[in-house]
């Protein structure tokens, strides 16, 4: 990238040479310096991310060195031996959380290649944008385009807090929808005797979550990454075929297994320590689907009225769930 380049976000940004020092420290460690220096055009900036990219800590060295510890933290979890899974099959599971991570981030990122479009204003409550992936392709079954969607809330909540429901698999919010990582089942007999279990977990990292609509029956398995740290959090999911799950257990190829990943992205709406009062949270939604009616030059309008719905609901009953309590 030339230093004068400005890229394609929705707000532009070009970066400065920055770069980092690494020292040799006792006990095998290192002690990083980093120093980062872009520059950011924010004129285009939706307003609930102005106080923390004008603050610089958007694209500070801060977040660039927690995400050196993060990956230092993958590599201590990959090379752990504290698992229920035999050594294959938690390689396995461990590459394959990260081609569901990667693939996340990859779809919802900003820039000249994913050109997204915002639902026309009779039909999104909020700003919803939405734009076409790859077509997905499962043996056996039809293809179809996938289409990504997403919305970013500010809620006045600590992150930590937020990050905590959002990754954990009993809480319910009893209203008329049911917060199941990010997929609202409508309330009804089969969503009320929904049973959610840890079937895998290595570490607190990457899990395998079980749902049941009665003990002996298994509705779907999720495979759920997530983290978090001073700078930012996120928990990343997708659902998984039991006999796909099955071979990945056994040490399978994780490059032979379709993977739809949804999640959540959590940013503090201010620098930490900057102004008064609390520190609350952003939180920014995205959800893919597999839609064989629509393409690129014509989305229904049943499609764009389900893709409102989802997001609309879900982010009413974190919000509800997060100012007015929920039982545990």
């Not at 230093?3 to 070009?14: A, C, I, K, T, V």
């Not at 999720?222 to 990945?248: F, H, N, R, W």
Request: aromatic share 10%; hydrophobic share 40%; with cysteine.
């Amino acid at each position: 990238m030339e230093h004068g380049e400005w890229l394609m976000f929705p707000w532009s940004f070009r970066r400065r040479p920055s770069g980092c020092v690494i020292q040799e420290v006792g006990n095998r460690g290192s002690e990083v310096t980093w120093i980062e220096h872009v520059e950011v055009d924010s004129r285009s900036l939706h307003p609930i991310f102005r106080p923390i990219v004008s603050s610089g800590f958007a694209f500070s060295a801060k977040r660039w060195i927690a995400t050196i510890n993060r990956h230092c933290q993958w590599l201590t979890t990959s090379m752990a031996r504290t698992t229920p899974t035999a050594d294959g099959g938690r390689e396995s599971l461990l590459k394959l959380a990260e081609k569901m991570t990667k693939n996340f981030f990859n779809n919802i990122n900003s820039c000249s290649e994913n050109v997204w479009s915002g639902l026309p204003q009779n039909f999104a409550a909020q700003d919803v944008r939405l734009r076409y992936g790859n077509i997905l392709k499962v043996l056996g079954k039809p293809s179809g385009n996938i289409v990504i969607f997403t919305t970013s809330t500010h809620i006045p909540i600590p992150m930590e807090v937020l990050f905590d429901f959002l990754r954990h698999e009993r809480i319910r919010n009893r209203g008329c929808f049911l917060v199941l990582l990010g997929i609202c089942f409508q309330t009804n007999d089969m969503s009320e005797n929904l049973s959610m279990s840890v079937m895998v977990k290595i570490l607190k990292i990457v899990s395998i979550i079980q749902v049941n609509s009665s003990p002996n029956k298994i509705e779907i398995l999720y495979l759920q990454e997530s983290y978090t740290d001073e700078t930012g959090s996120y928990i990343v999911y997708a659902p998984m075929d039991i006999m796909a799950m099955s071979k990945i257990l056994n040490g399978g190829n994780p490059k032979f297994v379709s993977i739809l990943p949804s999640g959540f992205s959590i940013m503090p709406d201010k620098a930490p320590g900057q102004g008064d009062g609390a520190v609350g949270s952003i939180l920014t939604l995205a959800f893919q689907s597999v839609d064989r009616l629509s393409n690129k030059e014509y989305m229904p309008p049943s499609t764009l009225k389900i893709i409102d719905a989802i997001l609309s609901t879900t982010v009413a009953s974190i919000k509800d769930a997060m100012l007015f309590g929920i039982r545990y």
